[in-house]
Every structure is written in structure tokens, then in C-alpha cells.
């Protein structure tokens, strides 16, 4: 397996604290987005997507998106579970991650792609180009910011977001959360349960990933 990562954005994390986890060990190949190297015609040739994290495996087979990668590495290697360990946790991870990624991730990747000069004409990640959409970036701060409310209710519920257990949705929620630091975004202090829970993933080790 060859694992296609970018040591400095916050997708490429999600799968790296998965294979920290589960101690699995892979060839890595370090594509830097900020050289601009997702869009060489060589990674191209790899992954017309342009972008991380992929992993190919040894027959070939190309796995681009997080969902796709977690998924194959919870099958080779299901310890620790991190997609669910029965029936009902396994619907509260998936719903749990889709909650993050749409409500937290991309609110945040808004807010910081359609304002920093660096993404001029790369306001959404791929092949394509496209423009800054200045609206975007403020309506992208305040999802962000309702997004950290949400996710103190929930915590203030259960120590994990799909429950009782760790798992993607609280790797997907941790990475995006330290990630939003670049557009200035912090848990406010009031927030106890998030802090706590950022605090007990902060001691695992794969959060060095
Ligand atoms: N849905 C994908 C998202 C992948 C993604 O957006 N990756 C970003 C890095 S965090 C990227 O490759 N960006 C390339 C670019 O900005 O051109 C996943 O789940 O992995």
C-alpha cells in the first residue's frame, strides 16, 4: 500500500490518526499542497481528483475520500472499532462523521478558501479552478461557529460523539476543530464538555499523527 499524504492539511490527518489507531504501517509519499503538487500531471496520473489523502493498494486500486479509506482499513484491520461496534453504533458514526464534514468541515474550509490570498482561483479543492466568493467565507465563519455549538450539546450528553466508544466521527471532529485554528476559530472557554473531550483525545497518541 502506498499512502498519498500532505503533512499540513487536515484531511490526509483524518486518515493518519485511523492508521495510528489501528498501528498500521504504510509507505507514505508526501504530496505538498502548498508546492502546488496535488495538481502535477504525476499525482494526476495517480489521482485525477488532485487531491489527499489516496491510498492505493497493492492491486492497484485507487482509494480516494476519508469514508472510502477508514472504511477499508477498519476491514483489514477491525481493532480498535472506530466505525461502530454493533448495528445502532455503526449508523451513529456514519451520521456522526456526515454531521462533522458537512456542518464542521466544510463551513470551516469555506471560510478559510474563499478569503487567504492562497487560495485565489482555488476556492474548492480538485482539478477545477475556481473563484473566491467573498459572501462564502463570512457565511462559512458563522456555520463554523454554530457547528461549535452543536457539538457542546452533544457532548454534553455523551463523552463520545456516537456514544459511549471513540471513534471517526471524534477523529473527524478533533482534526477539523484543530485545523480551524487558520481562520482564527477557538472552542470558547465556556464550552466544558468540548474542551474535555478535545483534552482525551489530545492524550491518545495518534493525535501526534
Ligand atoms: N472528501 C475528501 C476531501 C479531501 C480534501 O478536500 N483534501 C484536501 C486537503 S484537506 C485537498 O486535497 N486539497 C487540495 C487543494 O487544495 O488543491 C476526503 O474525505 O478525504
Redesign the pocket.
Known amino acids: 500500500m502506498i499512502f498519498f499524504d ?1 503533512s499540513t ?4 490527518r ?1 486518515a493518519r490518526m485511523v492508521l495510528a489507531e489501528k498501528g498500521i504501517e504504510v509507505e507514505t509519499h508526501e504530496i505538498s ?1 502548498a508546492a502546488g503538487e ?2 502535477s500531471e504525476a499525482y494526476r496520473a495517480i489521482n485525477p481528483q ?4 489516496a491510498l492505493r493498494l497493492d492491486d492497484g486500486t485507487l482509494l ?4 472510502g479509506i477508514a472504511a477499508y482499513l477498519e476491514a483489514l484491520q477491525p481493532e480498535p472499532p472506530l466505525l461502530g461496534r454493533d448495528a445502532r453504533e455503526k449508523g451513529l458514526v456514519m451520521m456522526w462523521t456526515a454531521i462533522v464534514e458537512t456542518q464542521g468541515g466544510m463551513p470551516i474550509a469555506e471560510a478559510l478558501r474563499n478569503a487567504h490570498p492562497a487560495f485565489e482561483d ?1 476556492a474548492v ?2 482539478p477545477a479552478n475556481h473563484a473566491q466568493i467573498p459572501a462564502l467565507a463570512e457565511r462559512g465563519r458563522a456555520r463554523a461557529e454554530a457547528f461549535l455549538s452543536l457539538l457542546e450539546a452533544r457532548l454534553q450528553e455523551v463523552p463520545w460523539l456516537a456514544g459511549e466508544a471513540f471513534s471517526f466521527a471524534d477523529i473527524t471532529a478533533y482534526v477539523f476543530l484543530d485545523f480551524a485554528r487558520i481562520i482564527r476559530m477557538r472552542v470558547p472557554d465556556s464550552h466544558s464538555a468540548t474542551l474535555a473531550w478535545q483534552a482525551r483525545i489530545a492524550a491518545r497518541p495518534s493525535a501526534r499523527a
Do not use: F, K, S, Y
Open positions: 500532505c492539511a487536515p484531511n490526509p483524518r499542497i496535488q495538481l488532485a487531491m489527499v489523502p480516494t475520500e476519508n469514508l482555488r479543492p480538485g
